[in-house]
């Protein structure tokens, strides 16, 4: 079981400067079929991304992640439907 949120999986990477995302939101870089790939998601410790994505691409992740633009607290905050 992950201990991580996927938020948005292979997004636009303007999807990033959303303010509507919870604060605690990251992107995550990562290359797939050798295309860069951009992910955002919640984790309760940075901890977590890396354990998932290192176990899932091994040397196509692409550290450092970053944290999103969003604004909204995360208690507060739901996905759109």
Not at 38 to 53: E, N, S, W
Request: charge should be neutral; aromatic fraction near 14%; proline fraction near 6%.
């Amino acid at each position: 079981m992950s201990n991580i949120r996927i938020i948005h999986q292979k997004c636009d990477l303007e999807v990033s400067n959303s303010r509507d995302l919870p604060y605690d939101s990251y992107v995550v870089t990562y290359m797939e079929d050798g295309q860069v790939c951009y992910d955002i998601v919640q984790a309760r410790k940075q901890l977590d991304i890396f354990d998932h994505y290192w176990d899932k691409y091994r040397n196509d992740f692409k550290p450092p992640w970053y944290q999103s633009e969003g604004r909204i607290n995360p208690k507060l905050w739901s996905p759109k439907k």
